[in-house]
């Protein structure tokens, strides 16, 4: 609909334009709000503010666009995380060795609510496993026994729905086994790991949408037997924020919690060596995301569930859910771009930059 894109192109424009006064918006904001956020000021150059129509060509927002001019980024000690770190972040939880000589990997998750700066100046009322977006990296081997233990002090009823081979009560969906958590409750969920590849966990308590738009996802990771072969490992996230609650599209795109965080620090590499994106889509309200390297190519695993390359390209398209490993090289040194190749998405935060230095 033509009336969401020009909010939604506009967005940037105007929050930018008017600072913390764009913000924030309460948690139970109704899900009808046309407007943008902040809509009611000057809203900055090209920014009508209101109703979003009658933008100037240059009201597109983007790296350029008033709200990240300048390299402006967020407050990442307030938000209790940063995308720099969280993308090469693994974590392998603790480990005991059971009775039958099996691994035991155990974590601890901690639903919360938080709000986190997803703009400069642009704040919102994310619902959270472990306090960030996305949620941590969970990893382990096939064959593992796993124990996730999962807390609830969010003010919403959540679950933990992993993506992977278990029985129906540790599939984390409401009305099946324990079922949705309340606040204030636990539960424990118990399964092998199994299938190796990369993989997915989320929220699955209704309405489904808006429990996934506010954050509550993570990537999980079973890593086959032996591993894969050593390599510059990271996880991207795709995924958007919706502003406005109306359900229609995204304001902001992003991998890793922070549109374009990636463009003001680039992501260093090392020329000639083996990088691994592990290469996830949640995102929520839009039908299709997308990955595209520029300079090069990359070997595509889908799924990770195989060890044989399945592809060799430079651009990939997910639904939601969808995930797979991309593998690579940078043969040449300098800065590479990466983004959606949904250029809409790319405009509004979903695009990055490789810089390749000699080892
Ligand atoms: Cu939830």
């Given amino acids: 609909m033509t009336g969401s894109i020009t909010t939604r192109r506009g967005f940037l424009t105007v929050a930018g334009g008017t600072a913390l006064t764009a913000l924030p918006l309460p948690a139970g904001q109704g899900p009808h709000d046309d407007h943008p956020p902040g809509g009611s000021s000057d809203g900055g150059q090209g920014g009508s503010g209101q109703g979003g129509s009658g933008h100037a060509p240059d009201a597109h927002g983007g790296i350029n666009g008033a709200t990240f001019r300048g390299g402006a980024g967020v407050d990442h000690t307030f938000n209790g995380f940063d995308p720099r770190t969280l993308l090469r972040e693994f974590d392998l939880g603790t480990t005991s060795t059971g009775p039958d000589g099996r ?7 901690v639903a919360e609510d938080r709000e986190i700066e997803v703009a400069p100046g642009v704040r919102f009322p994310a619902w959270t496993f472990d306090g960030r977006v996305p949620g941590p990296t969970l990893r382990c081997t096939a064959g593992d026994l796993l124990r996730v233990r999962f807390v609830n002090r969010s003010e919403h009823p959540h679950t933990m729905h992993f993506h992977g081979i278990h029985p129906a009560d540790m599939d ?16 424990t969920y118990t399964f092998d790991a199994e299938p190796f590849g990369l993989h997915l966990y989320h929220c699955h308590v209704g309405p489904l949408a808006e429990h996934i738009a506010r954050g509550m996802y993570g990537t999980f990771i079973i890593d086959p037997p032996g591993g894969r072969p050593p390599a510059d490992e990271m996880v991207m996230v795709m995924h958007g924020y919706n502003t406005t609650f109306d359900g229609e599209g995204n304001q902001l795109y992003a991998v890793n ?7 003001n620090d680039p992501i260093r590499v090392r020329r000639n060596e083996l990088v691994r994106i592990y290469l996830v889509n949640i995102l929520e309200y839009d039908p299709i995301n997308s990955f595209h390297l520029h300079a090069n190519f990359f070997d595509y695993y889908p799924t ?18 969808q995930r797979g490993i991309c593998e690579v090289r940078f043969p040449h040194l300098g800065k590479y771009m990466f983004h959606a190749h949904k250029t809409e998405f790319a405009d509004l935060g979903w695009m990055g930059l490789f810089e390749v230095v000699e080892p």
Avoid: K
């Fill in 103 to 109: 691994t035991v990997r155990e974590w601890e998750i």
């Fill in 172 to 187: 984390g969906v409401p009305m099946i086994g324990r079922g949705i958590i309340s606040p204030g409750e636990e539960f």
């Fill in 257 to 263: 919690g922070i549109p374009f965080v990636y463009m």
């Fill in 304 to 321: 990770g569930t195989r060890l044989e390359s399945a592809e060799y390209t430079d651009t990939v398209v997910l639904g939601q859910g």
